[in-house]
C-alpha cells in the first residue's frame, strides 16, 4: 500500500484552530500526524486520496487560518524509513512509556509498550489513541475478556493485557495491520493475543466485558 504525505504549512491565533483542521483531515482518512515547527505532516493510503475532494472538505477553513499544503507521494517500501526517522517515543500521564526498538528502554515506568509502526495507525501521538490509552489507564481490565477492533499495531490490545486483560481478540481489516500486531504482540510477550484479518463479519460469536474502537465514522 502506498501513502500521501500531506505536508502543512500554517499560520493560526490559536492551537484550536490547527486541531479542527487537523480533526477534519482525519475524518477525511488521515490516519497518522507528525506535528512540525511551521506546521504538519498528515499521512493517509493513496487509493483514498482525491486531491479535489480534499480540497472541498478544506474550502472553509480557510476562513479561520492560513494555510497551504504539498503532496508527496510515499512508496510502502520507503514507509518504514519514514517512520523511523520521524517517530519519538512518547509518555502518557507519567505512567506509559511507548517507544520502537531503536529507542532507549524506561524501566521506571509502570507501563513500557515497545511499538515498531511500519505502516499501521496507532504509537499513542495521535489524540484518539492518546485517549483510549488514557481510558485504559483509568478502568479495570483484570479478568476482563476484550475486544480490540480496529487494532492498527496492536497499542491498545497490548496496554489491555499489560493491565491484566486475559482474553484479547484484536481485528483489522487491513493484513499490513494485522501483520503488526501479531509482531508488535510478540515484542511485548503478550500471549494471550488472538488476531483476526477482516471487518465484523469476523468477530466470533461470543461475549466481550469490555469493546476498544479507536476507528472515524468512515
Not at 27 to 36: I, K, P, Q, R
Not at 140 to 161: E, P, R, W, Y
Request: net charge negative.
Amino acid at each position: 500500500m502506498n501513502y500521501i504525505e500531506l505536508l502543512f504549512t500554517t499560520i493560526f491565533q490559536e492551537d484550536y484552530q490547527q486541531d479542527l483542521l487537523i480533526n477534519e483531515l482525519a475524518e477525511a482518512g488521515c490516519d497518522t500526524f507528525e506535528e512540525l515547527d511551521f506546521g504538519f505532516k498528515a499521512y493517509m493510503p493513496s487509493a483514498s486520496f482525491s486531491k479535489e475532494k480534499l480540497d472541498n472538505r478544506l474550502e472553509p477553513f480557510h476562513s479561520v487560518l492560513t494555510f497551504s499544503y504539498e503532496v508527496n507521494l510515499i512508496p510502502q517500501k520507503n514507509w518504514n524509513a519514514v517512520w523511523e526517522s520521524n517517530f519519538q517515543p512518547i509518555q502518557i500521564k507519567d505512567q506509559i512509556w511507548v517507544r520502537a526498538t531503536f529507542h532507549e528502554a524506561r524501566p521506571d515506568f509502570p507501563f513500557e509498550i515497545v511499538i515498531d509502526p511500519k505502516m499501521a495507525f496507532g504509537t499513542g501521538h495521535h489524540q484518539t489513541t492518546s485517549m483510549m490509552m488514557d481510558f485504559i489507564l483509568n478502568t479495570v481490565f483484570t479478568g476482563k475478556k476484550t475486544l480490540d477492533m480496529g487494532c492498527g499495531t496492536g497499542i491498545l490490545a497490548i496496554l489491555a493485557a499489560k493491565k491484566g486483560a486475559t482474553e484479547i481478540t484484536a481485528i483489522d481489516y487491513d493484513p499490513v495491520c494485522c501483520e503488526s500486531t501479531i509482531e508488535n504482540a510478540a515484542l511485548n510477550q503478550v500471549e494471550n493475543m488472538r488476531i483476526l484479518c477482516g471487518s465484523k463479519e469476523v468477530i466470533p460469536e461470543e461475549q466481550f466485558d469490555i469493546i476498544l474502537a479507536n476507528i472515524n465514522r468512515n
